[in-house]
């Protein structure tokens, strides 16, 4: 797979598979210290742009806003099973019981949300609140097992996916689409009788 000439232009451009493999290289470097971002949380979004249609300031907007609504929702999640994760008692299983009602709460709240205009992308909602789960619970993000750095972090990931499927497509330095000239419309002259047909 390699670049090539466009046919009119004579512009280099480069197959899709390898402009967005060439943005997927450079968000590894945010798994450094001291960010160590959950960059997994990048392709998420990304792949979830193009199942909008493709790249556009409506649905990275639309994206935006339901992945930092989830990444919210995760928190809530996070504080109340802090405070609610013994009501049943201490053991595994009535801990567990407690982080089920929990999530059934939480998870019921944030389907209902989706209900409201703004935030009716509800896979993304769910994209931001499993990224967010991850983030704190793997210990990842600039401050790990903080909860507030996890959700800056998951959220800020998930915000980064519309603009890597924005560039993946620029980088492929296609020239810009042209609209199709509009079909020529040809007058048909009608045909006037001859001076002999006319006297016939």
């Not at 512009?11 to 402009?19: C, G, K, N, Q």
């Not at 971002?37 to 792949?47: G, L, R, S």
């Not at 929702?73 to 405070?83: K, S, T």
Request: charged fraction near 10%; glycine fraction near 12%.
């Amino acid at each position: 797979m390699s670049a090539r000439h466009t046919g009119r232009t004579g512009r280099i451009t480069l197959p899709h598979e390898v402009s967005a493999s060439i943005v997927a290289f450079a968000t590894v470097f945010l798994l450094l210290s001291p960010l160590h971002m959950p960059t997994w949380a990048i392709f998420i979004t990304w792949a979830g742009t193009f199942m909008q249609g493709g790249p556009s300031i409506a649905n990275a907007i639309s994206m935006i806003t339901a992945t930092t609504t989830g990444a919210g929702f995760a928190v809530v999640a996070v504080l109340l099973n802090r405070e609610t994760g013994t009501m049943f008692g201490t053991g595994e299983f009535a801990q567990t019981l407690a982080l089920g009602v929990v999530i059934f709460v939480v998870n019921g709240t944030l389907l209902a949300t989706g209900r409201l205009k703004p935030f009716a992308l509800i896979p993304a909602m769910f994209f931001g609140f499993a990224s967010t789960f991850a983030t704190y619970f793997g210990g990842f993000g600039y401050d790990g097992g903080n909860l507030g750095a996890s959700f800056v972090s998951a959220a800020g990931m998930c915000a980064l996916g519309p603009l890597a499927a924005t560039l993946g497509l620029r980088l492929m330095f296609a020239p810009p689409a042209t609209e199709p000239e509009p079909a020529k419309e040809y007058e048909t002259a009608e045909a006037t009788p001859s001076t002999s047909e006319a006297t016939a």
